[in-house]
C-alpha cells in the first residue's frame, strides 16, 4: 500500500501561485499514473489534473488549462502541481491520488480511476 501526504496549501490572494507537491511512500509509484483532485465543502470531489506514469501525457480539467501544470519526479517519488493566476474558486482542499492501472497510456482518468489518496492540503485564494 502506497502512502501519499501532500504539502503546500495556504493562503494565497487571487492572482498568486502555489505549488502543491505529494510525496510516496511505502512502495514506488513510478508505474502508476498520477492525479489531482479537489473537493470544496457540500460539493462533490472534482478531477483537477492528471499525469501518466512515465510524465509524457497530462491531462488538465477545462477551468484549470494554462493556470496549472502537473508533473512529477519518479526519482523522488513525488507529484507536484503548479498553480499559477489562481481564483477564489480554485479554493477547496487538493487531494492526490495514484491510479489503480500499471502503464495506462490512454486519458480516461477520473475519480474512479483512482486508488490511493492523500489526506489533502487546503488551498484558500482570497479575492
Known amino acids: 500500500q502506497v502512502q501519499l501526504v501532500e504539502s503546500g496549501g495556504g493562503l494565497v490572494q487571487a492572482g498568486g501561485s502555489l505549488r502543491l507537491s505529494c510525496a510516496a511512500s511505502g512502495r514506488t509509484v513510478s508505474p502508476y499514473g498520477m492525479g489531482w483532485l479537489r473537493q470544496a465543502p457540500g460539493k462533490e470531489r472534482e478531477f483537477v489534473a492528471a499525469?501518466?506514469?512515465?510524465?509524457?501525457?497530462?491531462y488538465y480539467t477545462d477551468s484549470v488549462k494554462g493556470r496549472f501544470t502537473i508533473s512529477r519526479d519518479n526519482a523522488k517519488n513525488t507529484v507536484y502541481l503548479q498553480m499559477n493566476s489562481l481564483k477564489p474558486e480554485d479554493t477547496p482542499v487538493y487531494y492526490c491520488a495514484a491510479d489503480r492501472r500499471r502503464f495506462y497510456v490512454g486519458s480516461d482518468y477520473s475519480d474512479g480511476t483512482m486508488d490511493n489518496w492523500g489526506k489533502g492540503t487546503l488551498v484558500t485564494v482570497s479575492p
Open positions: 499525469i501518466s506514469w512515465n510524465g509524457g501525457m497530462t
